[in-house]
């Protein structure tokens, strides 16, 4: 069941409206058990990459797009650092909308990059960053008869805060939330969500040093990080963003790329979970920063790791070569 469907009476559709799904939401909620020994704290692991394409960007986007058919658009388009290109694609093909994604040239991981082209839309590389495309296709659909979808689409945070939804009907109750920040409208969902279900856990935002404006203070002008989906330097739900962090008692913090990578690992390696990189930042940040005296804790890890298979290949061990016999197989095997 679609997450417009078990939460109807929650989003702002009525009956007989259009809906855009492929089965989104109802993500596993995973106990992380050597991250809870190793924190001291009962962790939980939202894993938001079991989505149909792999993020948690398909929550917002079965209401955008929904949204933009009822609406008689004919085309949808969004800025992406790569998992809303991937979801905007999807979606569009499901609905028989055109689709077209602006992104900034080389920097989208080959498994984002893949799933855009192959849902049928087009893609635009453009030789500028994040926060320059988000400008420019803002301007683009003030222009033309063009919806766009990116999280200034008020129906992307609508779908994306029935994960607080779920997460409440799983738990009951949550003391911390930890959450990776980029453009921000994930963090400003949840917050709606939780305050929508009268929760208020605290929230624990965690962007890329290289990639902080929140933690600054100050626009990025040229966000690095390895964590690409958070490579983002002048969020677009900022303001949002830091009312969330300030009326739930939480905050935003930083962690380097090493940290982020030292937790991707720790997760595939020890609890069975294979995010993409910048879903670890939540797990770095609750590791390097901690979440105070915060006891059940819910870490969201936003996607698959699959997204980034070059990342991956470069942090994961060799591959041993052997020949075709029993001896060298006995050997590869045991060591």
């Not at 409206?17 to 106990?31: A, C, Q, W």
């Not at 900022?238 to 690992?265: C, K, N, P």
Request: aromatic fraction near 6%; glycine fraction near 10%; charge should be negative.
């Amino acid at each position: 069941m679609g997450l417009m469907t078990r939460y109807a009476d929650r989003l702002p559709f009525a009956p007989g409206d259009p809906v855009i799904s492929l089965e989104e939401g109802s993500t596993p909620l995973v106990l992380a058990e050597r991250l809870s020994e190793r924190v001291g704290k009962e962790v939980w692991l939202k894993v938001e990459g079991a989505n149909p394409t792999g993020s948690f960007k398909d929550r917002g986007m079965t209401c955008a797009v929904s949204d933009a058919v009822r609406n008689g658009a004919e085309t949808v388009i969004c800025a992406s650092t790569g998992n809303t290109a991937a979801s905007l694609a999807a979606y569009a093909a499901r609905a028989g909308l055109r689709g077209a994604v602006i992104v900034p040239d080389g920097k989208i991981a080959t498994g984002k990059l893949a799933q855009a082209l192959m849902h049928g839309a087009r893609v635009i590389a453009l030789r500028g960053n994040f926060d320059e495309a988000l400008k420019l296709v803002r301007e683009l659909t003030q222009r033309h008869p063009i919806a766009l979808v990116n999280s200034v689409n008020p129906f992307r945070l609508e779908g994306q805060k029935t994960a607080a939804f779920e997460l409440l009907d799983s738990l009951g109750e949550l003391d911390a939330l930890c959450i990776p920040v980029g453009n921000a409208g994930n963090v400003t969902a949840y917050w709606k969500g939780f305050k929508e279900m009268g929760a208020a856990p605290r929230l624990f935002g965690f962007q890329a040093e290289g990639a902080a404006p929140l933690v600054t203070g100050k626009p990025f002008p040229n966000p690095e990080t390895v964590a690409s989906a958070i490579r983002i330097g002048n969020p677009a739900r900022w303001e949002e963003a830091m009312d969330a962090f300030t009326s739930s008692h939480g905050r935003v913090a930083a962690v380097s790329d090493d940290q982020i990578l030292d937790a991707y690992r720790f997760l595939a390696a020890n609890e069975g979970v294979f995010c993409e990189p910048a879903s670890a930042a939540s797990v770095a940040g609750l590791l390097a920063h901690g979440v105070e005296d915060a006891e059940r804790v819910v870490c969201v890890l936003t996607g698959n790791g699959l997204k980034d298979p070059q990342t991956a290949l470069a942090q994961a061990g060799a591959v041993v070569p052997c020949e075709p016999d029993m001896a060298a197989v006995e050997k590869a095997v045991l060591g």
